[in-house]
Every structure is written in structure tokens, then in C-alpha cells.
């Protein structure tokens, strides 16, 4: 069950944006699975991809075919991956959007294949073939969640969200929605997000945003420590609003502040659906002497399965997250000026640490009165600088256990 997360409410059509979503049948029989995304014409599109190794099929086809031309198309499956399918695998992937070209009337060039599900099965071309007239029948501007449901593999619920950016001159709109729930670590998730804008943004200033806003949400969570082989992120501006978005227009404060907002939310779902997740943990770590500091910790804290085990039991165990501070490469820490402080809801703060051991006035019951919230943060303070980093993440249950050792039976 998802922490503090809810099936989506209202989400807002995005003028030049059209969806569709329908059951290729790939793994699931009883319901969508493939959704269609198209792009009008002067869309502008900004995307980044996953840094695993071995990359699956649809995203060396899809960054080729960014670096060519504007897409028109998206094309995104779940129930398999494409990945670790070699030569064959690009063919598929290149020949899905040879499919979306005929029917559509563009280049393949001018599509972008997606797929998440499992690793190491061939995909068929035969399903994508089944649907491609009804996705190309149903495109419509309102079916937002039906392609956030169509792209879900162990998520629970569908994650999507929309906000209006009220200016002076006319309002933008900005929807996205995600996928997600395992194998999730930076660089990137195993994820993948699809956020769109009405809103007009040069190339190289939708990149930046793209590339600011990556790295304080979705390069920001982790659920397992581990890094797909297909995740991506994509960032579209169809300019139909024709309200201009600019580095030294009025509107650049307000609209990437918003877009922030909606990255992080969708990045937060993601963890909040974490498989088998009954917490969700704010890792905060300060005073570091850089950012790089402070994430290298914030991340050993989060991947360690003791610490994630005992958030998962309510259990305070200190000596878990201080031993995992201790392991994380700061050479030169001086254990001595470490606290560690658990906060909870309504305000509620516990020092558990103070100068490097317990605080003489901790008392347990308090540290598990925090933990027992489906939501608390570990403030971690390094006493070393300036600096910060905050991450979210997961416990670890006997529920993510089960899901995964049956994920493919």
C-alpha cells in the first residue's frame, strides 16, 4: 500500500499534447499496456537517460532519434524491457516506430520507443501491431491518467500531476506523470517520466531546467540501490500557450520553480509506492563540508538494508545509521561533532546523538514514538561546513521480499 499517496485528481489537458492508451497484451491480459503520446508540431523536447551500461534497446534507439529530429511521438510499453536483448531488441524497437510512422504519417526518426518491465525477454513487434489503430483512434488531450495506468508494472497507483503558472501574460500549464516502484537508485531509477508544458522554452534553456530539476528529484530518491537499464526522463514544451519562458523573462522564476515542484512530486510518488514500503524517509544531511559530501552519506544511510530493516520495524537503532555515516568516504570525519536528530510530525524533534554518542537525555520511547509514522526524517549533521542534501526513501519489508522473488513467475 502506497504511503500518503492517493490515485490521481484533476489533471490538466496540455494544449498540443494528445494521449492514448490501449492492451497490447505484452504480460498483462487484462489490462492497457502501451500508451501513445503526440506531439504537435514546434514541440520542444528535452530528455535524459539512463547511465546503466547496459542499456536497453528503446533508449539507444530513442536518444538516436532525439539527436535527429523534433519527435512528434512517444510510444511507452510495460510488461517488458527490450533489455539485454541485443541486436534483435533494436530491431524491435526501431521496427515499433517504423509502426508509429505509417500510421501517423511522420518519420521513424520522429518517434521515441520507451519500455519498462522485465530485463532479459524478447519483445514482440505482433502487439504493438494488435493496438497501434486504436491508439491512433483514441488520441485525446484528456487521457492522462489512462497512459499513466497503461504504463504502471509493480506500481500500485498511477502517479500524475498538474499545476497552472498564473502570468501576465495568460496561464501555463504544466502535467506529468511517472512510473516506478523498484530498482530504484540515481543515475537514473528505474523510472520513467513523461512531464509536458504549454508553455514556449528555447532548446538549450528546456535542457537546462531538465538537467536542474533531474537532479533535485529523480536523481534525489532511491528505493533498493539499484539502477535500471531503461529509465528516463522527458521534458516537453509545445509553446501553445505562447506565454514565453525564458532565463531573462519575468515568467523563469515562477514556471521552474512549479516545474521543480511537479518533478519532485512525481519523484516523492515513486518512493511512496516503493514495493512493499510502509515508510517514507526524509534523509537530510548537514553542516558537510560539500554537497557531494552530504549526498555520499544521505545515499549509504538509505541503501544500507540494516538501517532500512529497522525502519521498517519503528526500531531507532542508532548504531545502524552512525555506522552507516561512518562508512560512507569521508576520510577525515570527526566522529565528535556528528548529531543525529529524528523529526516527526507536528514538529516533533528527538536528538538521539550529540557530540558523536547518545544523548544523555534520549530516551527510547521517544525515538520510536517518530519511527512509528508512515513519515519522519533523519536529520544527520556532520559538523564539517555549510553544505546539504536531502534524499527520500523506503524502508525495506518482507512485502518488497515477496514481490520480487516473484516478479517473473
Known sequence: MAVGLTPPGRLLPVAGVRLAAGPAGIRYTDRDDVALMELAPGTRTAAVFTRNRFRAAPVQVAEAHLMQTAPRYLLVNAGNANAGTGP????????????VARRMGCQPSQVLPFSTGVIGEPLPLAPFERVMDALARGLDAGRWLDAARAIMTTDTVPKAISCVIETADGPVTITGMAKGAG????????????????????????????????????????VDGDTSTNDACVLMATGASRVAVERRSAHWQAFSGELLWVMQWLAQAIVRDAEGATKFVTLHVCAAATVEEARAVAYTVAHSPLVKTA??????????????????????LEVERVALWLEGMQGRRVCVVRDGALDPAYREREGAAVMAAPEFTVRIELGRGTASATVWTSDLSHEYVRINAEYRS
Not at 534483435?88 to 509502426?99: E, F, M, N, P
Not at 526500531?315 to 568516504?329: F, H, K, Q, T, Y
Open 88 to 99: 534483435a531488441g533494436v530491431q524491435t524497437a526501431k521496427a515499433s516506430c517504423d509502426l
Open 311 to 332: 525502519f521498517f520495524a519503528s526500531d531507532p537503532n542508532w548504531g545502524r545509521i552512525l555506522a552507516a555515516v561512518g562508512r560512507a568516504g569521508v576520510d577525515d
Open 183 to 222: 530498482m530504484i537508485r540515481p543515475d537514473m531509477a528505474t523510472m520513467l517520466a513523461f512531464i509536458a508544458t504549454d508553455a514556449a522554452i528555447p532548446g538549450q534553456e528546456l535542457r537546462r531546467l531538465l538537467d536542474a530539476g533531474v537532479g533535485a528529484s529523480f536523481n534525489a530518491i532511491t
